[in-house]
Nanobody
Framework: QVQLVESGGGLVQAGGSLRLSCTASGRTLTYYAMGWFRQAPGKEREFVGGISWRGATANLADSVKGRFTISKDNTKNTVYLQMNSLKPEDTAVYYC?????????????????WGQGTQVTVSS
């Protein structure tokens, strides 16, 4: 069973930065792509972006392009979401997710395992 634990959320002023971490247990992430999602109050869950098993960031949402990057440290079994130039509209609970299969980068609806989420609040 795969367990994902996010951390690093918090309260930040607009224009600031945060780095979220997602650490996996029960599986090595070396050959797995990973994804980040977010859900704001009253809104549907939104795909933020994914990282391929090789470590290439892919498919960032238009709303975060140029501001967010995703990286992966296989030695720590951890995926990161670096968020810069944060805006109040980035306020949401952020989740990391993993597919059940290796190598191929999943589409947004192919993620099987989810973390509990971490709250990010951006004040104006």
């Amino acid at each position: 069973q795969v367990q994902l634990v996010e951390s690093g959320g918090g309260l930040v002023q607009a224009g600031g930065s945060l780095r979220l971490s997602c650490t996996a247990s029960g599986r090595t992430l070396t050959y797995y792509a990973m994804g980040w999602f977010r859900q704001a109050p009253g809104k549907e869950r939104e795909f933020v972006g994914g990282i391929s098993w090789r470590g290439a960031t892919a498919n960032l949402a238009d709303s975060v392009k140029g501001r967010f990057t995703i990286s992966k440290d296989n030695t720590k079994n951890t995926v990161y979401l670096q968020m810069n130039s944060l805006k109040p509209e980035d306020t949401a609970v952020y989740y990391c997710a993993a597919p059940s299969f290796t190598l191929r980068s999943p589409s947004a609806n192919e993620y099987t395992y989810w973390g509990q989420g971490t709250q990010v609040t951006v004040s104006s």
